[in-house]
């Protein structure tokens, strides 16, 4: 297996560029600092677009290679016209998509090479909440579950770490289990 | 103005529905208590691609008419591919999401034509959390920013209290500015 250890690509991971990263970010901190964006535009009913494309990162105004485009909307039994999922249900797959990034991250750094990773996010809500049907109900999840399922060449214990690491470092964990601060602005001319 | 406040598509919202909806619900609250559902499959290294299909609501296990894959990815100043957004994007996707089809909803029973619903949605993030360099960063997001324009057939500050109502009754913002418990199973074989 010292193949496998000494190769610097690793679960598709560069770790060297990883490393790499992690040390230049060290010597410049504020390199780290980064502004995301979502730009959405309303379509019909409950039907709206968001286009995902510029950033700001290591210093720099940057994009992304393409621009990205999603719709959302409601299905039929929430009155919409299913044009595309929830907004609740992108929340379940950027959590997905959090905690295995960082889980492949991980597992390379710690020489471990992943066969297969999978999880299912589900997420419990009662629409009482937003319906304002009672005010004893909240708007948002009252909880989520994540059930992953990991392969690799390591002990079960390692591959448990490994999820557990990345749920100790998922910025959307943080989101969704922590506060956030959010302000509203509204322009109408 | 009668024939817009009286016909029952507004905004592309039917009303009628949306009212009898929230009638139904009323009668039977225990429709309203719905699973949203992402399944997840990694790719490799920061690259994987959630399936969104099968939902529960209404008393019954239902399929959207689609299923909806949405790929996430770091760019290459992250170490990945840029294969699509980042997790943390799409949960700006599924705020501004959020906020504009309660926005649509909402102005439609109010009896107020929309013409035009933009927001920018941005949120700054030190990744010296998610590198684990500084123990005193938090993973998530520090602060999240919404900026609406919202044009309509109604004065200023009914369109502001459009988006005040939006934020009140929103899942997404709830999830982004609450807790939520988010439990962690893992299965190695």
């Not at 980064?34 to 968001?50: I, P, Y």
């Not at 510029?54 to 720099?60: A, E, L, N, S």
Request: proline letters at 4%; glycine letters at 8%.
């Amino acid at each position: 297996m010292s193949t496998a250890l000494n190769d610097s690509t690793r679960n598709g991971v560069d770790t060297a560029t990883l490393f790499a990263t992690i040390d230049a970010v060290k010597a410049a901190p504020e390199a780290a600092r980064f502004q995301f964006r979502a730009h959405n535009e309303w379509l019909s009913g409950t039907h709206n677009r968001s286009t995902i494309h510029d950033y700001f990162g290591v210093g720099d105004e940057r994009t992304h290679e393409r621009t990205f485009t999603f719709e959302a909307d409601h299905p039929a039994v929430l009155v919409g016209r299913d044009n595309g999922p929830t907004p609740v249900e992108y929340v379940l797959h950027a959590l997905a998509a959090c905690l295995t990034a960082g889980l492949a991250n991980i597992a390379a750094a710690r020489g471990i090479r992943l066969s297969e990773v999978r999880s299912t996010v589900s997420g419990d809500i009662d629409l009482n909440g937003i319906l304002g049907l009672d005010p004893a109900v909240r708007n948002g999840y009252q909880g989520i579950t994540v059930r992953f399922t990991v392969k690799g060449d390591a002990p079960a214990e390692d591959l448990r770490r490994l999820v557990e690491q990345s749920q100790a470092r998922s910025a959307v964990l943080d989101v969704i289990t922590n506060q956030v601060p959010v302000t509203v602005e509204v322009t109408t001319a």
